[in-house]
């Protein structure tokens, strides 16, 4: 390839130079070429939330859809919708928190070269490839209050386990869903911040080393700062994440015991494919839209105002 | 660069400085150690369901957990996958990950292609590119409703087509950034070079920059078979009949279900894990990138 590349320098030297990029007929191939992303992008992403719009816009009576605002005015005294919020929120505020400091503790402690490292990457990678449904039967199995590994480790060194009963208790559940999912995603966490941390370059350490701070002074003014960009990529998806949970909850506790960790995926799904009420169902999934909206919104506004600043 | 001493609370400064110093200079010893509880705290619950779907009840059930010594049975393998479904689920996710994964291959790098080597106007491209991403970003929650309404007035409820179809969809914002990522590292010059020798612009596609960036591709793919496998709400809301179960969907309706078998479940669950755990050591080097699309890196 090398060759090539010399071969056309000297080409281009020679005045024999062309240029490609004057074919008339580029923008059209572009369209071509796009096409068939964009009809399968409008047919399966667009139009689905138009959709949905005008579902939480309609409500049914008597087999006649009418236009109203009743679903969006529901929303605010369902007891049920309120907790669930409160819960998603709970949950993403913990997991987020936890994810983060660990993910962060490891990617510094464990960020220089030795031996086991690929090793230790790979290990990690494990959890969050995982479908999350063999997640949960994994901490299913894990936390199962009788023959579970964590009870039964617990009373291996002397410990009463009787009231530990896991995802079945209403206090424990939502510690369970949270602990599985820091399980889960830290890895992920960590591996946005090593990347991050290695792509530091050497000088700015190298000035601070002059300049005699402390490790700590140079932990807060140069690590910090220069890793700002991947530890906002890394909270931005993770809290995207965790405000739309679903799929483990569902499999470790479906929500329960009772109602204490339903979130509103899960209440979504019950409103629209349990009891068919499609309506309350978009107009409730609308507010998690917007949710999810305003705060990577507010992500991205950091992000570039880093990157300009 | 200089250093701004903006600290209020000196003295509290101090002792957490004092702390972190430690912390820093401790950390060469601790770094085995901790790397150890780390893989430990990752690996163990994996390895607890491996040892559950080999072995026997009697075992299972044992307190204290037997973590090492018990006899190792197939038998929760042959029940789960000769006499209960879970073998035509596995064939389900099979057909429905690989033909959605090639679906979105095709489409998507066509249209990565045009976004990076293909000027359009008005710099559609990078906005474009901005909108294909965030189709993506949406709650799937959201879409769940009207995607099965779609389905159902098109008849596909029940039916691997619906989620092909689907499928091919959520992967396709992923490989279209992927592959344009990819696209763009790749000097111009290698294909104008082709086409100064009479080569059209998708002759060069195929002949020059396919080749080049092969490993990303094969990397794209994998992430999307290993998206198709996982995914959970869209196969649980649009299949419910034993035909047209993909492996998620059949494991998670028998954890849900009175009684629990859990030798098979875990014999059901490592199935599902180990094509995955392949998957993501070939994938390694790209998965940062992947996961966080592109965002870090460039």
């Known amino acids: 390839m090398p060759r090539l590349r010399r071969f056309l320098n000297a080409a281009n030297k020679k005045g024999l130079g062309f240029r490609v990029s004057g074919f008339g007929s580029d923008r059209t191939l572009a369209y071509l070429l796009l096409a068939p992303t964009l009809f399968v992008l409008l047919a399966l992403s667009i139009y689905p939330l138009v959709h949905a719009i005008s579902l939480s816009l309609q409500i049914t009576s008597g087999g006649a859809a009418r236009w109203s605002l009743q679903n969006f005015g529901r929303l605010f005294s369902d007891q049920f919708f309120l907790a669930a919020l409160s819960h998603t929120l709970i949950y993403a505020l913990s997991a987020l928190t936890l994810e983060f400091l660990l993910g962060l503790a490891l990617a510094v402690l464990l960020n220089r070269q030795m031996r086991g490292r690929t090793f230790l990457r790979a290990g990690m990678l494990a959890p969050m490839m995982l479908p999350t449904v063999v997640v949960g039967v994994i901490w299913r199995l894990m936390l199962n209050p009788n023959f579970g590994a964590v009870n039964g480790t617990l009373k291996g060194i002397g410990l009463n386990t009787t009231a530990l009963t896991w995802t079945s208790s209403p206090r424990l559940a939502m510690l369970s869903v949270i602990v599985v999912d820091v399980w889960q995603w830290t890895p992920f966490m960590f591996l946005i911040l090593l990347a991050g941390l290695q792509a530091i370059p050497q000088e700015p350490y190298e000035a601070a080393m002059i300049d005699g701070s402390s490790g700590w002074q140079t932990f807060r003014h140069v690590t910090l700062p220069l890793l700002k960009p991947a530890i906002l990529v890394g909270l931005l998806l993770r809290t995207m994440d965790l405000l739309r949970v679903f799929d483990q909850v569902f499999i470790l506790t479906e929500g329960g015991p009772g109602f204490a960790t339903e979130t509103i995926s899960l209440y979504i799904y019950r409103t629209a494919f349990r009891f068919s009420n499609f309506g309350y169902a978009a107009a409730m999934s609308f507010v998690l839209l917007l949710i999810t909206n305003i705060i990577s919104a507010f992500y991205i506004r950091i992000l570039q105002a880093r990157e300009s600043g | ?298």
């Open chain 2, 1 to 298: 660069m200089p250093f701004r001493r903006a600290h209020n609370n000196w003295r509290l400064c101090l002792r957490l400085e004092d702390l972190a110093q430690a912390g820093l200079t401790m950390r060469r010893h601790l770094q085995y150690p901790l790397l150890l509880a780390v893989l430990i705290a990752t690996l163990a619950p994996i390895y607890w369901m491996l040892t559950i779907s080999l072995k026997r009840e009697v075992d299972q059930f044992a307190v204290p957990p037997r973590w090492f010594s018990f006899t190792p049975t197939l038998e929760h393998y042959s029940d789960a996958f000769l006499n209960r479904s879970f073998g035509q689920y596995l064939v389900t996710s099979i057909i429905v990950s690989v033909c959605s994964t090639f679906c979105a291959l095709v489409i998507g790098t066509l249209a990565a292609y045009a976004l990076a080597r293909l000027k359009m106007p008005g710099g559609l491209n990078r906005k474009l590119s901005l909108w294909i991403l965030s189709t993506r970003m949406f709650p799937p929650i959201v879409t769940a409703v009207p995607l099965f309404l779609m389905m159902r007035d098109l008849q596909l409820l029940n039916t691997r087509l619906s989620l092909i179809i689907l499928y091919t969809g959520f992967n396709l914002p992923f490989v279209v950034w992927m592959m344009r990522g990819f696209f763009v590292e790749v000097p111009r010059e290698l294909e104008e070079a082709a086409m100064v020798d009479g080569d059209t612009r998708l002759g060069a596609l195929r002949r020059v920059l396919l080749p080049l960036v092969a490993p990303g591709l094969a990397a794209t793919a994998v992430f999307c078979l290993i998206i198709s496998w996982n995914e959970f709400l869209f196969a649980l809301v649009l299949t419910q009949t034993d035909a047209a179960m993909t492996l998620p969907v059949g494991i998670a309706g028998r954890v849900t279900q009175y009684e629990i078998k859990w030798g098979v479940m875990s014999a059901a669950g490592v199935v599902a894990m180990l094509p995955i755990l392949v998957f993501a050591m070939v994938v390694q080097r790209y998965l940062v990138r992947g996961l966080s699309l592109g965002a870090v890196k460039g």
